[in-house]
């Protein structure tokens, strides 16, 4: 019987675990480096939560995504380290054990619960304080800083970006001698320094971070002071997203009349408002029937740049050429270069379909790109400069490791396809899928006409910002297009059986089983989520999804074969400080033609 009991004890502690009694801060070793995972309960009584590193050399600091508990099982990934954790919860709620997995490597983390202890008297620099920074040359916003102290007499803080709703981020280097001050922000790379006054009722300093500008690296240093509030800001983190109720599943030809509703406060006073010079291209497939149609600045054959959906069409050209028998999907890219670039390395080696799968372990981007024009950054990065860079890092693979982001992957595979068939990868994106499926507007040079329809893009504030021009990464971010094509293109990922090529184009005779292969599922890249030859799949929802972002502009795409409808959205704004507003629209589109709750467009008013 005492057994018994006890493991009912044991059982219904475990049962019983809830969110709220993981609050808290934890403490590990990952690797060689300690790190603290923040959990806390957000406004929607979910588990939110941050990893950091707050080494004075290296501070470092990642937001969680899908912190799930069930039970006694806790997980978390990290998508753009390509991080999953996965473990359980003790009973006492003091232990989180599991295991780590980063870039196709795994082992044990354990993390420790460790418990704060107030000073038995605040400090003099302890308490709430209230500041503004600067944005723009004309726009600021407000900072809460709390701070306090330990037993020990360390100090702490955490800070509120109030107008931005980014709340409780961690402070690093904190450090308070006589009236000195001064702490780290990770999360935005800022430093704040500075002295208390001799009454203890404001802090008066600089924030620095470093920049890149026209003349390179430099760091900027504003004036930034702080007075002290006696409570905190009202403000709240960013809200939930709520959701307009189900309705059937919404067909293509009604999509529109649906939109004018669920869009009518985004644009009176919201992402798409005449104010903000911003224009959304949509369209739409659906059993069949087709509608292209736009609001705002835009019209439905605006011109916009896709970004890295840009890598979905480089994933279809290497099935395409792989079908065409000019080479094999698992071949080593070493092969595809100009000889002499790389040397063979003792090992497993950066194939093909690596880079497709974003599986190399290269980097997201190269290190050897001059930065000094910002406006239009990629302009002067050229094939030699890439492959000097591959020359220098190599082309090893022992561990088939993930890159996250695989714009320096497909970068390096549009430029190795288009050295094997001795041609530009313009010419190729025009050989092998443009003028088989009949677009016109999807090109990486736009002729004089098409320039006229490229739509004005405008950067995250909904300032002015230009397009950029692509080289030697074209493979990754180069693509222009308009709705109609895009949706052509998806029509024909939907139904590649369905497929009529354009008659004596040159890639139409493979195109059709080129997609079949191309869709095909290579790996997984996240809990839920696997990849194809640049498509990624979402197992939640059966969709092939990308999005993409420029300086300029943002896009969205998905098709769902098995309900047999596809969208893509494309907006001349780049994603802002508050998310993507495209992929919004894009996930709510898809959630109607599904005919399931729908993310609301009311979330998308200006906060």
């Known amino acids: 019987m005492p057994v018994i009991a006890a493991l009912f004890a044991l059982s219904t502690a475990l049962a019983s675990q809830q969110p709220s009694s993981l609050a808290g801060d934890y403490a590990t070793v990952i690797g060689t480096e300690r790190a603290t995972l923040h959990l806390k309960i957000d406004a929607d009584g979910a588990l939110k939560g941050t990893l950091d590193h707050l080494d004075p050399k290296a501070p470092w600091m990642f937001w969680l995504s899908g912190v799930h508990l069930q039970g006694q099982s806790l997980s978390f990934t990290i998508p753009e380290e390509d991080v999953t954790w996965k473990g359980a919860v003790s009973s006492d709620g003091e232990i989180l054990s599991g295991t780590w997995t980063e870039r196709g490597g795994s082992g044990p983390v354990n993390f ?339 320039q006229l329809r490229l739509i004005p893009g405008h950067d995250q504030f909904h300032g002015p910002a230009r397009a950029w021009d692509t080289d030697a990464l074209a493979g990754a971010i180069g693509i222009r297009s308009a709705a109609g094509d895009m949706l052509s293109y998806l029509e024909a990922n939907l139904h590649p059986e369905k497929l009529k090529p354009v008659v004596g184009s040159p890639g139409a005779a493979s195109l059709s089983a080129a997609l079949r292969q191309a869709l095909q599922q290579q790996s997984e890249v996240s809990p839920g989520m696997r990849i194809a030859l640049g498509w990624l799949y979402q197992e939640e929802t059966g969709n092939y999804w990308h999005n993409g972002a420029t300086a300029a502009y943002s896009s969205y795409a998905f098709f769902n074969p098995k309900g047999d409808y596809a969208a893509v959205v494309l907006l001349n704004t780049s994603p802002g400080v508050n998310g993507s507003f495209v992929e919004v629209l894009g996930r709510h589109i898809c959630q109607r033609l599904a005919g399931k709750p729908a993310i609301s467009l009311a979330n998308e008013a200006p906060r």
Not at 408 to 415: N, R
């Open 112 to 450: 420790v619960r460790q418990p704060f202890v107030p000073a038995s008297k605040p400090s003099l620099v302890d308490g709430i304080w209230l500041g503004l920074t600067p944005i723009t040359a004309k726009d600021s916003t407000r900072v809460q800083v709390v701070v306090k102290s330990d037993s020990s007499g360390r100090e702490y803080c955490t800070m509120d970006a109030l107008d931005t709703h980014y709340m409780d981020l961690q402070c690093a280097n904190v450090a308070f001698k006589g009236d000195d001050f001064s702490f780290d922000i990770p999360g935005g790379g800022y430093h704040w320094s500075g002295k208390l006054s001799s009454d203890g009722k404001s802090l008066t300093g600089n924030i620095s971070a470093k920049k890149l500008t026209d003349k390179g690296t430099e760091e900027i240093v504003v004036p930034m002071n702080f007075s002290r509030q006696s409570a905190l800001s009202a403000e709240k983190p960013i809200p939930p997203p709520t959701y307009d109720a189900a309705m059937p599943p919404v067909s293509a030809s009604d999509l529109q009349s649906i939109l004018d509703h669920d869009l009518a406060g985004a644009l009176k006073s919201g992402e798409l408002a005449p104010a903000t010079g911003a224009g959304v291209s949509i369209a739409v497939y659906e059993h069949g029937v087709r509608r292209v149609f736009s609001y705002g600045t835009a019209k439905p054959d605006s011109i916009y740049e896709i970004g890295s959906i840009t890598k979905t069409f480089t994933g279809l050209m290497l099935s395409q050429m792989a079908m065409q028998g000019k080479f094999k999907l698992d071949e080593p890219v070493r092969e595809l270069l100009p000889p002499g670039t790389v040397a063979k390395p003792d090992g497993q080696e950066i194939t093909l379909l690596d880079l497709a799968t974003r599986r190399s372990g290269l980097p997201p981007m190269p290190d050897n790109i001059n930065l000094a024009n910002m406006d239009n950054p990629y302009a002067d990065y050229h094939a030699a400069d890439l492959l000097a860079f591959i020359g220098k890092h190599g082309v090893a693979n022992p561990t088939r490791a993930s890159s996250p982001f695989g714009s320096l992957g497909f970068g390096l595979l549009g430029l190795a396809l288009a050295n094997r068939a001795g041609t530009s990868y313009a010419a190729l994106l025009k050989d092998e899928i443009a003028d088989p499926l009949g677009l016109k507007d999807t090109t990486i040079t736009l002729t004089p006409e098409q």
